[in-house]
């Protein structure tokens, strides 16, 4: 009898030893990548299993539009002195203005180095993802905020055309509104409004002027900026009254549905109108960049780091690796609805609009988005979302130029 | 010996635990937050995710700012629309509880049933509740759809309208004359009492107070600009639904309360040639008053922290239906300050502990008077 419960102990000894051996060959991947975007993820691990078949990935994903839920959880986790093995982190400031600076990151330079990618990315990329010399993180995949999705039956309908600047727009609003049409641009809530403003702050101050927001040289109260809110104003009257209570999705359907003419929406837009609502691209629906922004790429893209004091250095490397690959972008992007960040990607995997886009991708000018964490930090993307909401109801141009430029200034922009 | 019981010795054992667990988790929490809202911790970027954060003390300007700076002007709102809120939930909650507990003191047909269809609500959680409103409430959705209204004209969660708005320039003033009302009150009350230090100290007070405002008060800004704030009608419809939750709940302590009620004092008010309207008001209410009390206290604290609800509703990012606990959640782990996260918390803590602290006081004093 004594005798078995030796041999029970040696063999749950034995059990733990190995259970300790293995899992010295893990990786923890957190991320908010669930639901319509779980399969692209599930594609990247599973590349990476195949080509280390020894480790075993733990799929940390953290549900929630937009990594709402997961940013908190990372904070809190960060916070804790528990990192996670790698995450991920919107390129540009939502990544070097809250983790880089605050001296949680390795550099990856070396990285960027031995693996040749300094050529691979556009400089703008690896310009928003440096800061101080060093690059920190790994982009996986690039959006673009500022696209103008309409149906061309519906304009062909209505008469008009597609407005190339905003002046053109509000043009085309009137003519809209004349015809019956209430409210011909569709805006959603919050952050979808102020993607609006984003695409026309960049088709009024020009990439260049849109830049230097955020390095600090051009002050929000500079005239030009107050003007970019008047036309936002404007804008503003020509677009539905309830948009606050739609989703991005509710909006798009109102285009679809032909209530609405117009909708600037990122371009995850297309991946909803071909996969879930069955259109053909460019019959069913169609775009074209924002007013004004025509040569321009308004980017944001997600990507993942190595925090500092990760518990399986060498696998996250590994999976860095699996990250910037042609072969892993290729794997992750047709299925996310978005485009390679390398511009050697294979193209005959991707739809009739990633095409476009990528092709955009490789001659337009590139500017970060505000809104989506690459131009601005977190501390002043996340204070413009009340500014939008208070100037939504008063059309106070100045105010809202004097309140973004307080917010600048507490959120350290251009210091 | 006796001290030492056994008795006493395992109940000491038995509360230990949750008296360790409470003094960490809540008291010594609520003391680190307070301290953190007292800090700089997140006004700057780069230490507030450091792994060693320089964290400075800077006694009470997050408060400062949170009340007075042109950046704030959100929270100014959430706290306004947290007490119109808070009172029109009561005010719902009591009034329909206590209609649905009269019904059902009847005694209906089916009575267990409707009881269980009144209170059923309380048993889903915010978060549901808050989805399935939010789909009846929408622009295109249920209501609209049922009662053949307007979409354009009856945003019920959209709406951008402001009513009974007030500058917040005039809060020290408000404030003044109310408080200087309610010591002459309490003057008048001495007066009555015959008490004469009381009355001439708070009529003294109330004088100081009336004199302040009418002189000074005026000229006080705490902005630059004057700054309205007021009741948002896009509220009304998150208002809906918290009655529809919670409004069982009321009911079901009134209902407690009127099954408590002697069958003999409503035969004696009867006796006396009280017909049924004033047995109601002169025996029945006022017995109830306890049970009003108790259930303000509750919906009380459950309005001034809601969070989940209107999260589920409207999302994070709408200023017409933000509540002070939304922009803290924002505050601390979106915009990452988390020094004025602390500071928002610890002011909705003070506001609770105002409902509450009152509530316990006379709870206490009760006891020991039965005691």
Redesign the interface.
């Given at each position: 009898m004594k005798k078995s419960i030796k041999n029970a102990l040696v063999i749950t000894a034995a059990l733990g030893l190995t259970a300790q051996a293995l899992a010295a060959n893990k990786i923890e991947i957190f991320s908010w990548w669930a639901g319509d975007e779980g399969p692209a993820l599930a594609a990247l691990i599973k590349l990476y299993e195949q080509k280390y078949p020894t480790v075993k990935v733990d799929n940390a994903t953290v549900t929630g539009g937009a990594g709402t839920n997961a940013k908190a959880v990372l904070k809190t986790r960060m916070l804790g002195g528990d990192p996670p093995d790698s995450f991920q982190a919107h390129a540009g400031q939502e990544l070097t203005g809250t983790w880089v600076v605050a001296d949680r990151m390795e550099d990856l330079s070396s990285l960027y180095k031995s693996e040749g990618w300094a050529s691979k990315f556009p400089k703008a990329v690896i310009d928003l993802i440096s800061y101080k010399g060093g690059i920190y993180s790994v982009p996986v995949d690039v959006h673009r905020s500022n696209v103008m999705w309409y149906v061309p039956a519906n304009l062909k309908k209505w008469g008009v055309s597609v407005p190339k600047t905003w002046a053109e727009m509000l043009t085309t609003c009137n003519t809209l509104k004349a015809k019956g049409v209430a409210a011909p641009l569709v805006m959603g809530e919050n952050w979808t409004q102020q993607m609006v403003w984003e695409s026309i702050a960049t088709a009024m101050l020009g990439p260049q002027g849109w830049n230097n927001l955020w390095n600090g040289k051009l002050k929000f109260t500079d005239p030009k900026v107050v003007d970019t809110f008047t036309m936002y104003g404007k804008v503003l009257d020509c677009a539905n009254k309830d948009a606050s209570g739609l989703s991005w999705q509710q909006a798009t359907d109102r285009v679809l549905s032909g209530q609405s003419a117009f909708n600037i929406m990122g371009d995850w837009a297309a991946g909803y109108m071909t996969t879930t609502k069955k259109l053909k691209p460019g019959t069913g629906f169609a775009w074209s960049p924002s007013p004004g922004t025509s040569g321009t790429f308004i980017m944001l893209a997600d990507s993942f780091g190595l925090p500092k004091g990760a518990k399986d250095r060498t696998e996250v490397l590994n999976w860095l690796k699996v990250l910037g690959s042609k072969e892993g972008q290729d794997a992750f992007n047709p299925l996310k609805g978005s485009i390679a960040a390398r511009t050697d990607s294979n193209l005959s995997k991707y739809g009739a609009y990633s095409r476009s886009a990528a092709k955009d991708w490789k001659s337009n000018t590139i500017v970060g988005s505000m809104v989506h964490g690459a131009a601005a930090p977190e501390s002043f993307t996340s204070g413009f979302g009340s500014i939008n909401d208070a100037f939504v109801s008063s059309h106070d141009a100045k105010a809202a130029a004097q309140a973004s430029q307080d917010l600048a200034t507490q959120a350290r922009i251009g210091m | 010996m006796k001290r030492f019981s056994t008795d006493r010795l395992w109940s000491i054992a038995v509360l230990t635990p949750s008296v360790i667990l409470l003094a960490v988790f809540v008291y010594g929490f609520i003391f680190r937050t307070a301290y953190t809202s007292l800090t700089d911790w997140g006004?700057?970027?780069?230490?507030?995710?450091?792994?060693t954060?320089i964290i400075r003390f800077i006694g009470l300007q997050n408060y400062h700012d949170l009340f007075t700076s042109?950046?704030n002007?959100?929270f100014r709102q959430d706290l306004v629309s947290t007490l119109f809120f808070t009172v029109f939930f009561i005010a719902g909650c009591l009034i329909l509880g206590l209609g649905m507990a009269l019904l059902l003191d009847r005694n209906p047909k089916a009575e267990g049933l409707w009881r269980t269809i009144f209170l059923f609500p309380m048993s889903l959680s915010f978060i549901v509740t808050g989805t399935i409103w939010r789909w009846m409430l929408?622009?295109q959705g249920g209501l609209n759809q049922l009662f053949h209204l307007d979409?354009?004209t009856n945003?019920w969660?959209?709406s951008?309208e402001?009513i009974w708005s007030f500058d917040w320039n005039k809060i020290p003033l408000i404030t003044a004359v109310v408080v200087g009302l309610a010591l002459l009150w309490v003057a008048w009350r001495a007066v009555r009492d015959g008490q004469r230090t009381r009355t001439w100290v708070a009529a003294g007070c109330a004088a100081l107070l009336l004199l302040w405002a009418l002189v000074i008060g005026p000229n006080v800004k705490l902005l630059p600009s004057p700054e309205l704030h007021g009741f948002n009608i896009a509220f009304i419809g998150i208002i809906i639904a918290a009655v529809w939750q919670m409004s069982g709940y009321t009911m079901a302590l009134y209902l407690a309360g009127l099954r408590g009620i002697p069958e003999e004092l409503r035969e004696a008010s009867r006796v006396d040639g009280a017909n049924e309207w004033n047995t109601y008001r002169h025996v029945i209410f006022p017995l109830l008053a306890p049970i009003t009390l108790s259930a303000m206290i509750i919906l009380g604290h459950i309005s001034l922290k809601i969070f989940d609800l209107v999260f589920a509703m409207?999302?994070?990012?709408?200023?017409?239906t933000d509540v002070p606990a939304l922009l803290m959640?924002?505050?601390s782990?979106?915009?990452?300050?988390l020094a004025v996260g602390a500071a928002i918390g610890t002011v909705l803590l003070l506001l609770v502990a105002v409902i509450i602290i009152p509530y316990l006081a006379s709870q206490f004093r009760t006891q020991e008077g039965h005691a």
């Open positions: - | 006004n700057d970027p780069a230490q507030a995710f450091s792994l954060p042109s950046l002007s959100r929408q622009p979409p354009a945003g969660l959209t951008r402001s409207t999302g994070p990012d709408n200023g017409p959640y924002i505050t782990f979106r915009q990452n300050a």
